[in-house]
Every structure is written in C-alpha cells, then in structure tokens.
C-alpha cells in the first residue's frame, strides 16, 4: 500500500540554524500538507500546497517558513532561523483531491528538537 | 473557520467496557470528519471517515462513528475495548477535498486491566 514518507525521523539542532524536513508524498496525490504538533498538544495544521504554490497557510507559516516541491517526487518544509519553540513532531501528509473527498494520509513524522 | 471541540482530555475504561469519545464541530455546512489514533511518538493512523450518506460509519480495529448533523457532533465508540487500545484518540475536520484539517485537542484512552 502506498505511503508517505519522511526524513529524517528526527533533527537536532542549534537555535538559529536552518533545518530542511522532507518528505515524499503518494505518488498519484495532487494535495500536500505540513502540519506540527507540540509534545503533549494537539495537531496544527501549518500550510497546504497544490500545483507548485501554496493554496492555505495558517498564523504559524510565518516568513520563517517556507515550502518547495524540488523535484516531482520530494516536498519539502525549510524553517530559515530555527527557534526553541519550534521543536515539535512535524508531519507530512497528501491527499489526491478528488471531489468529496479529503481524505489525508499522514507520514510518521520528524521529530525536530531545536537546542 | 471550523473549530472542534474534544470535551473529555483523559478516559479510563476498564478491558473490555464500552467506550464512547465525544467529539463535537463547528462548521456552517456538511463537513468531512476523521478520527486518527496516535500511540506515544507515533503517527497518525485513521480509524474512520465520514463524507456523506449513512451517517453511521465504520472503522478498523472494531470502531464506529456516529454523524449527527442536528448536534454537531462525531462521537467515536467502540462495545469492547482492548488494552492495546489505549492511545490518543483526535477528532478532525475538513471542509473540502484539499482543504485543511482542523483538529480538536484530544482524548487520552487508559485502559485497566
């Protein structure tokens, strides 16, 4: 069965450095998603993306964030200057946007912990 | 905007009662609801969805959710829990294919022995 994939499963880094998550969505999927979760919180929904440019981002996506599509299998979540409280799980997900159907599959997750 | 309302943080049940998660959403029309499970420092697995028609849906590992249109709300229930059900348990919201989902804040499952 497909699946989305994510790497790395976890990053560690130094506040202020700039931190790449990846991920590969299911192949036939037209829709892409970030989302994060804080340890103990619930899930937040971060941006969505659809042909090559962002369709909703939320108060979080600030200008620290940025998304990319580099190639036709990789999706990509890039945070400029990382801070403490960005340290959370991030997830990766895709749907195939077919009409009456939103239907999200999630990846595993990069659990980012920023120092 | 839709919001979701988890109202219950943390359940017990003992192995083998019934369980009922209640989930409750704001939303101006029919909206697309999910129930994901998540075991500690896992993903998240979908157990169910409801898009339209039969407004009881069922789900894997023996559960079922119930759509009620006139009280907003997606409870998740399951007649017979078992310890590896203990997890939490996010209800999720959506408005349309490639929307957003909007996910409520959670609900711990305990189950004893």
């Known amino acids: 069965e497909p699946e989305v994939t994510q790497t790395p499963s976890h990053q560690v880094t130094q506040m202020g450095q700039e931190v790449i998550l990846r991920c590969v969505p299911i192949s036939n999927h037209l829709y892409f998603y970030w989302y994060r979760q804080i340890l103990g919180q619930k899930v937040e929904f971060l941006v969505s993306?659809?042909?090559?440019?962002?369709?909703?981002k939320s108060e979080i996506f600030d200008d620290q964030f940025s998304v990319e599509r580099p190639d036709g299998s990789n999706f990509t979540l890039k945070i400029r200057s990382t801070k403490l409280e960005d340290s959370a799980m991030y997830f990766c997900?895709?749907?195939?946007?077919?009409?009456?159907?939103?239907?999200?599959?999630f990846g595993p997750g990069t659990r980012l912990t920023v120092l | 905007a839709q919001s979701v309302t988890q109202p219950d943080i943390h359940i017990t049940v003992s192995e083998g009662a019934s369980l009922e998660l209640r989930c409750n959403y704001s939303y101006g029309a029919t909206p697309y609801l999910f129930w994901y499970v998540q075991s500690p420092g896992q993903g998240l697995q979908l157990l169910l969805k409801y898009f339209s028609g039969d407004t009881l849906v069922q789900g894997i590992k023996g559960f079922e959710a119930e759509f009620k249109r006139s009280q907003s709300s997606f409870n998740l229930r399951k007649p017979s829990v078992h310890w590896s059900d203990a997890a939490e348990y996010f209800c999720a919201v959506g408005a349309y294919a490639g929307n957003m989902l909007t996910f409520g804040g959670g609900t711990r499952l305990m189950v004893k022995p």
């Open positions: 997900a895709s749907s195939a946007g077919l009409a009456g159907n939103n239907e999200q599959f």
């Open positions: 993306f659809y042909n090559n440019e962002i369709s909703e």
